[in-house]
């Protein structure tokens, strides 16, 4: 089992540093990329991100610079021309606002091409082989097409470096496209560089830094309240209270490096590894003992248990297993490119979250089950109301999550094209907000007492006083059953000449 349960470990750490491709986020890097046809043209995504419109008032431009892109074409498409000949080979760099959409391509004109046809030529509507965009009448240089030639038999072509700037917030998409069947096998490198006003982090992600600012300050809050009290009450301090601290900290250490994370990333455009590894790790960990914490308190450990017995090793197990499986999926979404959605290995590292969290539900539920139970035959009224509120604010928690949940598959379903970009921040931000209600809920009923040792003293001396009961109940059985059959045989000798 132990075996088993390392090989999986194992297997989804390589899964997640194999997918994890060291990631640049706002700057998009461009490694020998391929184009896909279109309808009649080809396309290389360039990248997608939110942009806020240009601040002239603080002098904060927002823009998407091009660094170094360069086009290779194959041996074969450039032999087919002439070496003196000039523009032998076109390729466009084509920059829209996700609400101008439709202005890409012949709809307008009542076509499925993409590329201008000699018909549409004809008609003065488009020119041919190049991509037909039909200006935006509030503003006529977008959607923006910026054009590289190839001259002669040249196989490379170097796009002039510059900056396009950005007047209008909203959901950008860049695209590179050329109409010429001849440059099928056509490959891009080079890099493109995003920037909002306030800095390098993409307008979805921009939120969360102020976000995670906040989220460290209420978790320092709550760490004071909290090392007040149990400062005041030390010398009654329960092995529990020691984890209900450990939480409270990694959820601020958790939070600080996020938000350190995040600031050093809107200030140089970059995410090193080391930092996110350490954030990311932080939320691991704290996941895993946050569902520890719950599941144990849920089996009633430190107030009707003194100790989880042959279960711990069970519980450590299966934290452990939800550790690394947290850390994959977590790299995964972490590490890769800002527009990377990797749909296959997203899926495969979150199904087996999403079942190691199933679990956790069910046994906890299961184990508050089992701990009512056992407090209302000891007749225990003050422990089990603590124990109804902690179970009516966790189904209530539960209820909560589902319902997010049904919120967050509709958000996507109907976003598709991440139009609702400024409002994409919220999703992730609820279960952190959640976390740290749980863990206030589980502080206020569980917060350190003079005199908290007194419940598990109670638990066990009840239980040692019902193991008395029993042993006495049998015991006078036992004494008047043979009482009885001894008297028989003596006949009707009594039994107080007999014990």
Same mark, same amino acid.
Request: net charge positive; glycine share 2%; proline share 4%.
């Given at each position: 089992m132990r075996r088993a349960t390392l090989s999986l470990a194992l297997g989804l750490s390589l899964i997640a540093l194999l997918a994890a491709r060291g990631a640049d986020a706002s700057i998009h890097e461009y490694a020998g990329g391929g184009f896909a046809p279109r309808a009649n043209s080809f396309f290389f995504h360039g990248g997608s991100e939110g942009l806020y419109a240009s601040d002239l008032l603080s002098n904060s431009s927002s823009f998407i610079r091009f660094d170094s892109i360069v086009f290779r074409r194959t041996l074969e498409s450039a032999s087919r021309h002439e070496e003196m000949q000039q523009k032998t080979g076109l390729v466009e760099a084509i920059i829209v606002e996700i609400q101008d959409r439709d202005k890409i391509g012949g709809s307008y004109l009542h076509s499925d091409a993409i590329c201008c046809t000699p018909e549409l030529d004809k008609e003065k509507s488009c020119r041919v082989g190049e991509v037909i965009i039909r200006p935006n009448p509030e503003n006529p240089d977008w959607p923006k097409r910026i054009q590289t030639f190839f001259d002669g038999k040249n196989e490379e072509t170097t796009m002039v470096t510059q900056i396009v700037s950005i007047n209008k917030t909203g959901m950008y998409y860049l695209y590179f496209m050329f109409c010429d069947p001849q440059l099928k096998g056509l490959k891009v490198t080079g890099r493109t560089v995003w920037r909002n006003p306030q800095g390098y982090l993409p307008g979805k992600m921009a939120p969360m830094m102020t976000f995670y600012g906040v989220m460290s300050l209420a978790y320092l809050a709550l760490g004071l309240l909290w090392f007040i009290q149990f400062v005041r009450c030390w010398k009654d301090i329960l092995q529990l209270h020691y984890h209900i601290t450990t939480v409270i900290a990694l959820g601020m250490c958790e939070m600080a490096f996020w938000y350190f994370e995040y600031a050093n990333f809107n200030s140089t455009g970059t995410r090193p590894i080391g930092i996110t590894?350490?954030?990311?790790?932080?939320?691991?960990?704290?996941?895993?003992?946050?569902?520890?914490l719950l599941l144990v308190v849920s089996m009633g450990y430190g107030v009707v248990l003194p100790t989880l017995g042959g279960i711990t090793s069970r519980v450590a197990a299966l934290g452990f297993i939800y550790f690394v499986a947290s850390e994959a999926l977590e790299l995964v979404e972490n590490l890769g490119n800002i527009n990377d959605?990797?749909?296959?290995?997203?899926?495969?590292?979150?199904?087996? #979250?999403?079942?190691?969290?199933?679990?956790? %539900? $069910?046994? /906890?539920?299961? *184990?508050? !089950? =089992?701990?009512?139970?056992?407090?209302?035959?000891?007749?225990?009224?003050?422990?089990?109301?603590?124990?109804?509120?902690?179970?009516n604010s966790l189904a209530v928690s539960v209820l909560i999550s589902i319902a997010w949940?049904?919120?967050e598959l509709y958000f996507n379903a109907t976003?598709?094209?991440?139009?609702?970009?400024?409002?994409?921040?919220?999703?992730?931000?609820?279960?952190? #907000?959640?976390?740290y209600a749980l863990l206030? %809920? $589980?502080? /206020?009923?569980? *917060?350190? !007492? =003079?005199?908290?040792?007194?419940?598990?003293?109670l638990a066990i001396a009840q239980a040692y006083i019902l193991k008395q009961i029993y042993n006495h109940i049998l015991y006078n059985?036992?004494?008047?059953?043979?009482?009885?059959?001894?008297?028989?045989?003596?006949e009707d000798v009594p039994c107080s000449t007999i014990y």
């Open positions: 590894l350490w954030a990311v790790t932080f939320t691991a960990v704290k996941k895993t003992v946050s569902r520890f959605f990797s749909g296959k290995t997203r899926l495969f590292l979150v199904l087996p #979250v999403a079942v190691l969290d199933a679990t956790f %539900i $069910i046994w /906890i539920f299961s *184990s508050l !089950s =089992r701990t009512l139970e056992k407090l209302q035959l000891r007749r225990s009224m003050a422990k089990l109301e603590l124990y109804r509120k902690f179970t949940i049904g919120y976003d598709p094209l991440s139009e609702l970009w400024q409002r994409a921040w919220i999703i992730p931000s609820f279960w952190n #907000v959640l976390s206030v %809920i $589980i502080c /206020i009923l569980w *917060s350190p !007492s =003079r005199n908290p040792t007194g419940w598990l003293l059985i036992h004494n008047e059953f043979c009482c009885k059959a001894t008297s028989m045989i003596l």
